[in-house]
Every structure is written in C-alpha cells, then in structure tokens.
C-alpha cells in the first residue's frame, strides 16, 4: 500500500504523539519548575538554573521543544480550520471540550509565541537574565499578569483534555465508561497543573 | 373532542433545483390525529397552497420505508436531524421547522444527495466479499453474543444524520463521517470479513480517513438507531494503532 496515501493519517497520529510526548511532558516539567517560586525566590532560582545547565540544553530545546511545538502548533491550526463549530445546535459536553480543544490551542500558541520571545529569545539575542526578578518584572503588569494567567491555564487544559483525545485517537479507552473515567482523570490533572501555574504566577507577581 | 387543533403550521426551507437559492415557504395544513412530519407533507402535496392562500408548487422530499429503517426521509425538523417518518407532530414544537440537511448537496426542498456516503462504503471495502466463480461454502459460525452484538451495528441505515451532526464533516474537510468507520468495525468483525481486515484498514487511514475524527462526539448522541458509533471510533483507532506497527515493524504479510 502505497505510504503516500497515509501522509494524513501519519500526520494525525504524530501531532497526537507530540502533544503528549515530549511537549505534555515538558509543559508539566515546566509547571512543576516554577512552582518552586512559591517556595523562594532562591529555590526558584536554584530549580531553574538546573534545567538552564542541563548538557546539550540546545540540542535537548530544539529536539523537545521548539521542533514538537512548532509542529503540533502550525499543524493544530490547520486542524481547527478545517472544523467548523456548531455548538449551537449541538451544545454537549464532547462538542464543547471540541471546541475549547481548539480555542485554547489558538490562545496557546499566541501566548507561547510571546513567551518564547520575551524569556529565552530576548535572552539569546540581548543576553536578558532570565530568572526570579525577570519574571516578577513582568508580570507587574496587571495585562501581563492575566495574559499569563490566561495562556497557562489555555495551555493547560489544552494538554489535559488533548491527553484525552491522545487516549481515544490511539486507541487505549474504547468503551463510554473508560472514556468517562478518564475525564475525570483529566479533570484532576487540569485542576493540579492549574493551580500550579497560577500559584507560581501570584508567586512572581507578589 | 371537538377540533382543538385545527391546523398545524410549518415554516420549510425550499430551493428549487440544486444551484436554486434556499428560501422559505410557511405551510397550514389540517391537523389529523396521530400525524408525522410525512403526513402533513403529503398534505401539502395534495394541496400545494401555502399559508398566505397562495398556489404554490408541492414540496418535494425523499421517502421510502416510513419505518425509520431505509434513512431516505431524514431531515434537519426544529433544528434537529432526524427521519421524517419518525417524527410525530404532537411530539413537535410549532411552528414546525423543516430544512434540509446541510452536508449533503439539495437536489430540490427537502431531498438531498447521500452519494458521498455510498461512495464512502465503497471506499473503505464495507461488505463481505463472498462472490466468485465457484461456491465458497458456508464460512466460519459466529457466536450468538456477537452475532447479537453485530446486529446493533448493521442498524446504519446510511441515513446521514451523523454526518450532519459532525463538525468535521464540511466544506473544507473531506472526512468520510462517522457511520462508514463503524461498518468497517463491524465487516472486520465478521468470521468471514475479517479475511479482509488489512485491505479495510489502508482503506480507512487514507485521506478523509479516520483519522479526521475529532471526537466531538455528536454523533453517537444523534444516531437515531443508537448505534455506539464514538465506541466504534475508538475500536478502530487501536485496529489502526495495531494495523500500522504490524505494517511498519511486522512482516511482508499480516491481516
């Protein structure tokens, strides 16, 4: 069978894999890195500058994160341009985690794109420090403030019901009662990741 | 019981051929006990005059079994895609709203053009391939709990109503829709069908395959046979996980 006529399917099935592994993974290294500026802003800084020193860190952002993201972002796009919503005659559940899926990964991307600029491409070109006082800077901004709070939590129930999807798109809950069950699994995870993004949001603001 | 509902009023989107602009025509026909949205359609075959007294040409509509089992009939009534036959006037909110479905092309008023879901079928091989130049004889049984199991499935009366109900069924996407992907789950199930399983799935993960699912998850709420089409889905989806490590690490051969 001719492979050229998988290429759809191919794509598909990677943008799935992506969002979880590696960038479901990083995001949620990520969460839990800066979580640790609730607790000082020296174990913030102490967290961060090991994941700054990790070898190859070049090769391991490219490869984990800027190629995945870059990917799963321009491909998700076209995926939310080719769906058309019609939660007006269809308001349930499922159509509304739809469309949200696809909403939050619009926001998502905008607000990566920014951040990426801002923390580690400003760093790249301009030698900006990134650390504790870089980000309360920021986010003394009250606009910045809730545009953070607004990308991570997009960002976060964008990965938690995408995990979702991931199960079902490959195949791993077939029935409605595993199905159901999982929601609920991702409901804690959108309520744990949550909650540790915007601690450390309020954590660098104050 | 003297005549308390005297009429019943229905508000249809027409179009007159299949390039016509869509518009609407208000309808009062005489309430009869026990009607569908079929009967009152008849009724204004039988006297084309709309509701302002007007003479006007007869709506035209698709109809066959009037037993919800043949999915000619199926129309968007109030809304919501469903068969005509099916929907009982008393059970309705009026004005009755009656439109066509969206996802498919008008042919004229209330009939639309299946074919793409035919060619679907076609597409992803959903039959049991028994013809040939000899008899091939009476095949593998298959147990009564599936048999019973599979019956729910071969329910698909291709009526299009999931299609409908599907945000990723349009314009700017070719997915095939739900109810063809759960008739490859129930061909691949069958003793015999299964023979072909491979050949189904390559059909399946081509362009507007299943992968174009996005799991909106409307249609298994719309089925009017209530068949577990996200069920299928996601059985599919693990045939297809196993159908493309057995292709990618297996050997020259699998089924």
């Known amino acids: 069978m001719a492979d050229q006529e998988k290429r759809e399917y191919n794509l598909r099935r990677l943008h799935s894999l992506l969002g979880v592994i590696p960038i479901g993974l990083f995001l949620m290294q990520h969460l839990v890195v800066n979580h640790f500026s609730t607790y000082s802003e020296e174990a913030f800084n102490t967290a961060a500058g090991f994941m700054e020193n990790l070898p190859l860190r070049i090769v391991l952002e490219f490869g984990l994160i800027y190629i995945p993201i870059l990917f799963h972002g321009i491909y998700g796009v076209y995926i939310a341009f080719v769906s058309e919503m019609n939660l007006g005659r269809y308001g349930w559940f499922r159509n509304w985690m739809f469309m949200l899926q696809r909403l939050t990964g619009i926001i998502t991307l905008i607000f990566i794109g920014w951040h990426v600029w801002e923390t580690r491409l400003a760093n790249a070109i301009y030698g900006t420090e990134v650390n504790f006082d870089m980000m309360a800077s920021i986010l003394s901004s009250p606009f910045m403030f809730w545009f953070y709070v607004i990308g991570v939590l997009s960002a976060v129930f964008h990965f938690a019901n995408g995990l979702w999807s991931f199960f079902v798109t490959w195949g791993l809950i077939i029935t409605p009662r595993s199905q159901k069950i999982m929601t609920y699994v991702v409901l804690v995870v959108f309520v744990v990741f949550g909650y540790m993004g915007i601690a450390s949001l309020i954590a660098f603001a104050s | ?255």
Not at chain 2, 165 to 190: E, K, M, T, Y
């Open chain 2, 1 to 255: 019981m003297a005549e308390e509902k005297k009429s019943i009023k229905l508000i249809i989107t027409r179009q007159d051929d299949p390039d016509g602009k869509p518009y609407e025509e208000e309808f009062e026909v005489p309430y009869r006990e026990n009607m569908n949205v079929i009967s009152a359609l008849m009724e204004i075959r039988r006297n084309p005059v709309n509701a302002k007294g007007e003479k006007t040409t007869p709506v035209f509509w698709e109809m066959g079994c009037l037993e919800e089992v043949c999915g000619a009939c199926s129309m968007v009534i109030n809304g919501k895609p469903q068969q005509s036959c099916t929907a009982l006037v008393d059970k309705l909110e009026q004005p009755i709203k009656l439109a066509p479905m969206t996802t498919f092309p008008v042919v004229r008023d209330l009939a639309v053009d299946r074919s793409r879901m035919f060619d679907s079928l076609k597409k992803v091989k959903a039959w049991v391939p028994i013809d040939g130049t000899y008899d091939l004889g009476p095949g593998p049984r298959m147990a009564e709990s599936k048999r019973q199991w599979a019956y729910e499935l071969s329910k698909c009366m291709t009526c299009g109503v999931c299609l409908e109900a599907c945000p990723n069924v349009n314009d700017r996407n070719d997915f095939i829709g739900p109810a063809p992907l759960s008739q490859v789950r129930l061909f691949n199930a069958h003793p015999t069908g299964e023979m072909h399983k491979a050949e189904r799935m390559d059909a399946l993960l081509t362009e507007g395959g299943l992968q174009d699912c996005g799991n909106s998850q409307n249609c298994v709420k719309v089925c009017p046979k209530g068949i577990p089409l996200t069920t299928s889905i996601a059985a599919v989806n693990r045939e297809a996980t196993i159908h493309s490590f057995k292709s990618f690490f297996g050997s020259d051969y699998h089924n």
